[in-house]
């Protein structure tokens, strides 16, 4: 197995010679070249896999040097046990130790392809817990392992604890919806079909960040509207970035905003 240097993606041997979410429009691949790593070579270099609070039951997971795109995953805990949330990747015993501490893992999944991290890794470390993979988004697993299921619409992890599939930046885009987060108010976890934005206080809605190319008003509006079905008034994205509260109000006026600007509503500020 390698792992892609750019986006942190595990993969099988023999590897392609480009990684092909890197080529895919929505990424890029490094000036430098594509660069494929082993975990022995990360572990040389003197990775480690840091644990943080962000609200009781919800432990924010990074790496230390960075791996890939700096994204965080999250560790949900629940009380029959936890869900690994956008996977990093890179992983070692004391990253497994750690999360087993609070309590076993029931299931594995990701917002999206750029999130799969080392996910199969991860879960075989773990004892081979469930890896949920979008059905929509099968083609672009580096990695088919027994362990993977597939799963569409929606998919109930453990009571409180539901991933909801909303399409936009990938059609499997996914989020994790807990209901007691924030206090009883309800968290989503989201990655980049709705992504809080720097200020704090507005959501992207984006096919491609990096390239940015932007969804439709249609989509963005969609994706508001089926998440305005769930109770939550917060949203942590995948590298950490947050809506702390008024979450679902901030969802739906940054849907319209974007839908605004995208029909030409504010040409004239242009
Ligand atoms: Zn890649
Ligand atoms: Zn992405």
Redesign the pocket.
């Known amino acids: 197995m390698l792992i892609?240097a750019?986006?942190a993606?595990e993969r099988d041997e023999p590897v392609p010679g480009l990684?092909p979410?890197?080529t895919d429009e929505r990424?890029y691949v490094p000036e430098v070249g594509q660069q494929w790593l082993t975990l022995d070579e990360l572990m040389q270099d003197g990775r480690k896999v840091s644990f943080e609070e962000n609200e009781p039951g919800l432990i924010g997971i990074s790496t230390d040097p960075k791996v890939g795109i700096r994204q965080t995953a999250q560790l949900v805990v629940a009380p029959n046990g936890s869900l690994l949330w956008d996977p990093v990747g890179y992983v070692d015993d004391n990253a497994v130790e750690t999360v087993l501490e609070y309590g076993p893992v029931l299931a594995i999944a990701a917002s999206h392809p750029h999130m799969f991290g080392v996910q199969v890794e991860w879960s075989r470390r773990l004892g081979g817990v469930p890896v949920l993979v979008a059905d929509a988004d099968r083609q672009w697993l580096g990695r088919v392992d027994p362990v993977i299921s597939y799963w569409s619409d929606s998919k109930t992890v453990t009571e409180g604890l539901t991933l909801h599939q909303t399409g936009g930046h990938f059609p499997g885009s996914a989020v994790a919806h807990w209901a007691a987060g924030a206090g009883g108010r309800g968290v989503l976890l989201t990655g980049d079909s709705v992504f809080p934005n720097p200020d704090r206080r507005s959501i992207a809605f984006m096919r491609s960040y990096p390239n940015r190319l932007p969804l439709s008003g249609p989509v963005a509006l969609r994706i508001a509207a089926q998440l305005g079905t769930l109770t939550f008034d917060r949203i942590y994205g995948n590298f950490n970035n947050v809506v702390a509260a008024d979450a679902k109000a901030i969802l739906n006026a940054s849907a319209e905003r974007h839908a605004a600007w995208a029909r030409g509503d504010f040409d004239h500020l242009t």
């Open positions: 892609c750019a986006c993606v990684c979410i890197c990424q």
